[in-house]
């Protein structure tokens, strides 16, 4: 059938964009929190972690 091909490529390519942005989105969130805790913004990144859906295990630090 070719409709379910269709869909089931749809649906990987989809699945790669979204695995992309995801890493990407979470990348800029960590280099935001790095920036909060280098400048000790300790009110507004806690806002601002659970705005962004991260735990402080999931975080990628950037800092040396």
Do not use: Q, W
């Amino acid at each position: 059938n070719p409709n379910l091909e269709e869909i089931r490529t749809k649906a990987i390519e989809s699945s790669t964009v979204n695995l992309k942005s995801n890493l990407a989105l979470t990348t800029i969130n960590s280099l935001i929190i790095d920036h909060f805790k280098a400048n000790e913004y300790d009110y507004t990144l806690s806002v601002f972690m659970p705005e962004c859906g991260l735990k402080i295990s999931e975080v990628k630090s950037f800092l040396i």
